[in-house]
């Protein structure tokens, strides 16, 4: 019975490709800008150039988009390492994703857009590429590309492998597909034990499966750069002693909580600044409102320049995208947002590599190894409402010695565990032999 569903799936999603392909050819001509893009996906891309690549094994990588693709340079340098003579090949399916892949990898290795799911598209690539072994990043589970490169006797490893609560609820409704599917898989290198137990319980074989952390946080101490710290304190007119309060990545409906707390902090340490930066830019003027509404006064960071406009006010909003990670250098109390919400959360090492004790709410369900991590050295702080957070942050900075040193046992945790692309490797090699 479970074999009728692989057939059903096949006959659902190819029925669907000469709609897509007449789309296209409308598309295409019109003068389309996507074209490449679109040919790649369907499979109609001259590949010559990979055909006559050499090296060997020949290794395909398939990275989704930009979060996977920053993954994805800790463990393709892991496989230069490891496979000097080898031929890599690196996949995207979305925009960013292929250009961050470009930006990253410079020429270094052959960038393509990934096929689509159809059968004409899946076999027309392989064809093409010809693999010994291909590596889906994180949680990609393309049935066709899977069941045809078994087929071909290609070797496949799903690395850095993630299930979030959120997929597995959606691939359990789909269950007697996707653990058929899984059979095809030969290793599963998950990230942690939570993510192991999901995709056993999805239909993975549990001998195929191993737990070999997040490669996602080897790359983050060499990120590190601690001039920058005081190029950020004169930024913001800081003064060497004055504590700052960030809270990075904020939520819908997060800083109205935020600024509870920030308010009780304040009423025992009066000179705290706070930076609130929301994940999402365009919700600045909401987060002005509320400010406004509540009698903060404040400063947008865009307008900041360190000499002629310099920080007065105590509160700033972060109103520029990529500046979290540097900030989080001169924070003394790190709030990591989307976690008094139900979003998830973002990731706390961030924080923690620059020494930093990290606070966050319950809903950290994407982030569970990383929150592990910092709980295990007592660096993680795990806080419920608004009125706990206050409590343990005034506590924290009323011993800045306990601060400073929980903060140092976060930074050599995620440095101790910046091996991770090494074992993902591992795994990839005993499959190779």
Request: aromatic fraction near 10%; glycine fraction near 6%.
């Amino acid at each position: 019975m479970m074999n009728i569903f692989y057939p059903a799936y096949i006959l659902l999603v190819n029925s669907l490709f000469f709609p897509c392909l007449l789309a296209f050819l409308i598309y295409y001509a019109f003068g389309g800008r996507h074209r490449k893009r679109l040919l790649e996906h369907l499979g109609f891309k001259s590949m010559k150039r990979l055909r006559n690549l050499s090296g060997y094994p020949r290794i395909w990588i398939h990275a989704v988009s930009l979060g996977e693709m920053n993954v994805g340079v800790s463990i393709i340098k892991a496989l230069m390492t490891k496979f000097p003579k080898s031929c890599l090949i690196l996949s995207a399916t979305t925009k960013h994703g292929y250009e961050q892949a470009e930006k990253l990898f410079k020429g270094k290795i052959p960038i393509i857009y990934a096929p689509s799911d159809f059968l004409f598209s899946v076999r027309k690539m392989l064809s093409n590429i010809r693999p010994h072994i291909i590596i889906f990043l994180e949680t990609e589970i393309w049935p066709t590309w899977i069941k045809e490169a078994h087929k071909r006797n290609i070797k496949i490893a799903l690395v850095n492998g993630r299930i979030s609560k959120e997929s597995f609820k959606r691939y359990l409704k789909i269950k007697p597909l996707i653990s058929n599917v899984l059979k095809d898989i030969d290793a599963f290198s998950m990230i942690s034990n939570v993510d192991a137990l999901r995709i056993q319980k999805m239909g993975a074989e549990k001998d195929d499966i191993a737990v070999n952390g997040n490669a996602k946080y080897d790359l983050l101490p060499t990120r590190i750069d601690n001039s920058i710290k005081d190029l950020v304190k004169h930024l913001l007119n800081i003064k060497q002693s004055q504590p700052v309060f960030i809270a990075g990545s904020t939520r819908e409906g997060e800083e109205v909580l935020i600024l509870d707390a920030y308010q009780q902090i304040s009423k025992t340490f009066p000179s705290l600044i706070m930076l609130i930066a929301p994940r999402h830019i365009k919700r600045t003027r909401e987060i002005e409102s509320l400010l406004r509404k509540r009698g903060h006064a404040y400063h947008l960071y865009t307008w900041l320049d360190g000499f002629t406009n310099k920080r007065r006010k105590q509160v700033v909003i972060v109103d520029k995208f990529g500046e979290l990670f540097h900030l989080y250098s001169i924070g003394t109390i790190i709030f990591c947002g989307g976690s008094l919400v139900t979003k998830g959360g973002q990731n706390p090492l961030e924080a923690a590599v620059w020494g930093k004790v990290v606070f966050y709410g319950p809903y950290m369900d994407n982030f569970l190894d990383a929150t592990a991590l910092l709980e295990e050295v007592n660096a993680g702080i795990c806080v419920s409402h608004p009125g706990m957070l206050a409590d343990k942050a005034i506590w924290y900075l009323q011993h800045p010695i306990i601060l400073k040193d929980h903060g140092n046992r976060a930074r050599e945790a995620v440095i101790k565990n910046g091996e991770s692309a090494v074992k993902h490797t591992r795994v990839i090699s005993d499959l190779l032999n």
